[in-house]
């Protein structure tokens, strides 16, 4: 499809055949494993076997590699997406630098899984220092980063890397295509959770893989056929419907997300705010500069948990619930994950609410916070 197209039109039509009379503009789900082979037939010229063969998937990967400018192939979820580049390019004796800020079950499983296999697994914070990238297999970076949104140039990253011979996968979760493209700015691979922002309605899981690299669609495509990574075909039909609005939701999000950060910036009770769209934020002029939207989700600190229980329950609006990029505004104390943040770290996912409606709640709820210490 044109370049030229705005950003709903390209959403609109990604991915769909040709309208045709008395055809849905989507087609169905097709629920099949196993399909009728024509006996004197070549096997390989028609869909066969479910893990191998779906039209439901072809649909939603053609999709997705528009918005990504690459070759897509869709997974079960993030983590299998991310999983299977990992496992696909870094082999035994390789080395992989992981984001050391980024989501922290990334670094956790590559430590677990990669290490025991003879892969050298180090971490580099997303903002720098990077370390020296000679003999580096595989640099993966995420910008912005889950959840302490800091942003990397990723442009820059890319060549030092390429120059060094590693390959740069980048995590595009955060973002979404529609905020950023990775392989524009000399990305090799993007991977992503599609379980957020991209589907948005927190009703699905399905993770994806995006490159321009022929061998490297060849060779994640062979893992995924083996190991059976895929999503089931509902799942990607919901996946696809979903997509057509990803415009407006974004839209909606960041406007959201824009709102309340300066209502975060205002209140005393709230300690380093972080959102890139900030003109105050650290990562705002590399994001600016590499990225077309800014994203729904906020960060920011208050004193304690118990501060962001106190909160949580004050608020009418926010619910307290994990992952981000869905239709309603959410909030996650991510320490109670285990992940490596301060214990009243907030990473807050804006929703596609009324942005007054959002600022009066959390304004309310943060101001009841500073009334109970007030009492203590
Ligand atoms: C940045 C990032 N990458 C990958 C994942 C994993 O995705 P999934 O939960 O769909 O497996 C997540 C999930 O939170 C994420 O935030």
Redesign the pocket.
Known sequence: MSHEYGDSTRCVKAGLPPATPGQPFLPGPVFASTYPLDPSGDVNAIDSYGRTHSATRRHLEAAIGELEGGSCLVF???????SAVLLTVVKPGGRVVLPED??Y??RSWARTALAPLGVTVSAAPTAGPYPDLTGVTLLVL?SP??PGLEVCDLAALAESAHEAGALVAV?N??ATPLGQRPLDLGADIV??????ALTGHSDL???YVATRSPDLVGAIGSWRDSTGGIPGNFEAWLAHRSLATLDLRLARQSENAAALAAALAAHPAVRNLRWPGRPEDPSHVVAARQMQRMPGVVTFELDSADAVARFLNASRLVVAA???GGLHTTADRRAQWGDDAPPGLVRLSCGIEDPADLVADLTVALDHLGALDTLR
């Open positions: 079960a979820t993030g983590m299998a997406a991310v980024g989501y079950k990334t995420e980063s889950n995590d979760t955060t991977m992503a959770s599609a379980t957020k899981m399905l993770g994990t992952s981000f």
